[in-house]
């Protein structure tokens, strides 16, 4: 019996149907679920979950909603590609932090996303950071650096990681760019499953660190192409880690 059989005692059809989107979401996003397969039907999906079909059609809509899935009459339901997957809304965006480590497809397009936009907001960032924006890159930075020292542990890692995240939002905040603002807002977590899973199978953070350190100084003297440099150098080292990347970025000295 699944948490959606607990749940619907209450009756609520809506709730019942958002776990079980969850439920279908981490088939779909850990890549058990391929595009172009088909979902169960909704009298399977129901006596499988033991709820009630509007609990499974308030679930699909929600999947429908997001481009996940198409309902066509006589073909049933569908798992559509990629392409179709609103994946600038913020529920998509958690669904690939909670399930998409294993899905190799989710992780590059995360990723070639970051690689296409981020030596470009280094740039921005460089011509157009404040003290505040600075302090606040700063700040993330000192606490990468106090985990990187306290490295022994996995949790360790984790923290380093989330310090990470905020390093490069403070980059996005930086552009004064609105819509970078929230992008890198909606998408927070799926860059920081991206930085993650490459920092878990890094071999030497500390080399992480001199690379972001760059950055930031680069930022500070307002030298755009030498930000831009810096990005990619960061990037570049991170498609190796994640196997996306032949080579990896250059070594800091």
């Known amino acids: ?12 059809s ?3 149907g958002g776990l079980l989107a969850d439920e279908l979401a981490k088939l779909v996003f850990d890549g058990s679920l391929v595009p172009g397969d088909t979902l169960p039907p909704e009298t399977e999906l129901a006596a499988t979950h033991q709820i009630s079909r509007a609990s499974v059609r308030s679930a699909l809509q929600l999947l429908e909603t997001l481009g996940i899935v198409a309902r066509r009459a006589g073909r049933g339901t569908t798992v559509q590609e990629f392409r179709e997957w609103n994946f600038l809304d913020s529920q998509v965006s958690q669904w690939i932090a909670d399930y998409a480590a294993p899905n190799l497809g989710v992780l590059h397009d ?3 996303f970051r690689v296409t936009t981020e030596p470009l907001i280094a740039t921005l960032a460089a011509k157009r950071a404040t003290a505040r924006d600075l302090l606040a890159m700063e700040e993330a930075f000192n606490v990468m650096e106090a985990n990187w020292e306290r490295r022994a542990s996995l949790g360790e890692r984790v923290s380093f990681s989330q310090a990470d995240i905020a390093f490069h939002e403070a980059i996005y905040r930086a552009t004064h760019n609105l819509v970078w603002a929230q992008i890198v807002h909606i998408l927070r977590p799926a860059i920081l499953l991206v930085i993650k899973t490459s920092n878990e199978t ?7 660190l001199e690379r972001h350190r760059r950055l930031m100084e680069a930022i500070r003297m307002r030298d755009s192409d030498a ?14 880690d994640l196997g996306f990347e032949e080579t990896p970025g250059e070594k800091e000295t």
């Open 202 to 208: 890094a071999e030497e953070l500390r080399e992480s």
């Open 110 to 112: 995360v990723f070639e």
């Open 227 to 240: 930000a831009h440099v810096a990005a990619t150098r960061i990037l570049s080292q991170t498609g190796y």
């Open 1 to 12: 019996m699944t948490n959606t059989a607990e749940i619907s005692k209450t009756g609520n």
């Open 14 to 16: 809506k709730a019942v």
